[in-house]
């Protein structure tokens, strides 16, 4: 891994906002005392965004959402669009995360519309890509990851390609506790940044990063960040207990 890595926590549908500002409150504390060399970002629920982003108004902890929608505004009853998430002061937000894919049916072309309207609105993007276990077993894997990829990135301008990270997210390694094989895990990330300089030109992924996710905590981080294509990780339970996080942090930060 060449660049700063980047640790981003998802906590999808857990906290509420007393929770959300009481763990910021230990992340800022941390973060003030020990400066880690990484970069930090908490995907939070809607009700805790405002929370979190008055709280990290001064430091460099970048606080994101975990979807929206691609149309501006208008009769679109229980959506939340990228540029209100643009306007309360959001750094990024998540999209194409393999449970919005699974269980509210989106598709690779809505998760294009919204991947373009989050950055036109100025936010960062996560872009979620992953295989299923059947897929996998199928061997498909990689015409999957690079068709999710190049449909999320169509009419992506290159010179946004800085406000982009994908983050390679095998569905079955999600919560079971199994991650992938690490040479597979840098043959994906590898393959990712290289789709995207066939996109592009030669060279065009050095902006973007490319992220792990799927399983990851303290005590496989090491050799997930240990391969030169992997540029982060996104975590999920691992990221919801403070101290674990911390742990997390305190060693990303050591091992660039
Ligand atoms: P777990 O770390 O709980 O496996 O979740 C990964 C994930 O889905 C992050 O977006």
């Given amino acids: 891994m060449l660049k700063k890595p980047l640790i981003i926590g998802n906590w999808?549908?857990?906290?509420?906002?007393?929770?959300?500002d009481d763990f910021l409150q230990k992340v800022l504390d941390y973060e003030a005392e020990a400066k880690p060399n990484c970069e930090?970002?908490?995907s939070?629920?809607?009700?805790?965004?405002?929370?979190c982003i008055d709280k990290s108004k001064s430091s460099p902890i970048k606080i994101g959402a975990q979807n929206c929608y691609f149309?501006?505004?208008?009769?679109?009853?229980?959506?939340?669009?990228?540029?209100?998430?643009?306007?309360?002061g959001a750094d990024f937000v998540i999209l194409g995360h393999s449970e919005r894919r699974r269980y509210f049916s989106e598709t690779s072309e809505i998760i294009n519309l919204k991947v373009r309207s989050a950055i036109k609105n100025g936010l960062d993007v996560v872009i979620c890509v992953g295989e299923s276990l059947s897929e996998k077993e199928k061997l498909i894997a990689d015409e999957i990851i690079l068709m999710q990829t190049k449909i999320a990135l169509f009419g992506v301008d290159i010179n946004s390609l800085s406000k982009v990270s994908i983050a390679y997210e095998p569905l079955w390694a999600i919560g079971s506790g199994d991650i992938e094989k690490i040479e597979k895990i840098n043959e994906m990330c590898e393959k990712i940044h290289r789709v995207v300089d066939q996109i592009y030109n030669k060279g065009a992924s050095a902006t973007m990063k490319v992220l792990y996710g799927g399983s990851v905590n303290i005590k496989n981080l090491s050799k997930i960040l240990s391969k030169a294509n992997t540029d982060g990780v996104l975590i999920g339970s691992a990221s919801l207990v403070s101290d674990e996080f911390l742990k997390i942090i305190e060693f990303a930060s050591k091992h660039t």
């Avoid at 999808?12 to 959300?20: D, G, I, L």
């Avoid at 149309?71 to 309360?88: H, K, W």
Wanted: charge should be negative; aromatic fraction near 6%.
């Fill in 44 to 51: 939070v629920p809607f009700i805790c965004l405002s929370t």
């Fill in 71 to 88: 149309e501006e505004n208008g009769a679109f009853t229980g959506e939340i669009s990228a540029s209100m998430l643009s306007r309360i």
């Fill in 12 to 20: 999808k549908m857990n906290k509420t906002p007393e929770e959300s």
């Fill in 40 to 42: 930090i970002a908490v």
